[in-house]
Nanobody, 115 residues
Framework: QVQLVESGGGLVQPGGSLRLSCAAS????????MAWHRQAPGKQRELVAT???????GIADSVKGRFTISRDNVKKTTYLQMNSLKPEDTAVYYC?????????WGQGTQVTVSS
């Protein structure tokens, strides 16, 4: 019944910015944690950022200083602001959420950084 839908991906030039959104819908109680992950072609999935219900954040070293995670508990949405994008940031970005006792995943959104 729970769905996570990512949006905001696309093609951007190096040095540019994108803002990804992930909205949760369905039978939802408390979202304890939301997170962003990414997977580039030929590489393993990487945890990018996490945020708790209380707003505590964690950022991967690979994107620290460039990416920021936030959430709106009323809208049940998490955002990933990506600045100073690099070609190596190219990947499918997925959101996940801890809702109740279960973990859920979105379908992913493609981010391509290229000139």
């Amino acid at each position: 019944q729970v769905q996570l839908v990512e949006s905001g991906g696309g093609l951007v030039q190096p040095g540019g910015s994108l803002r990804l959104s992930c909205a949760a819908s369905g039978s939802i109680a408390t979202i304890y944690m939301m997170a962003w992950h990414r997977q580039a072609p030929g590489k393993q999935r990487e945890l990018v950022a996490t945020i708790t219900r209380g707003g505590t954040t964690g950022i991967a070293d690979s994107v620290k200083g460039r990416f920021t995670i936030s959430r709106d508990n009323v809208k049940k949405t998490t955002y990933l602001q990506m600045n100073s994008l690099k070609p190596e940031d190219t990947a499918v970005y997925y959101c996940s959420a801890r809702i109740g006792e279960d973990n859920y995943w979105g379908q992913g959104t493609q981010v391509t950084v290229s000139s």
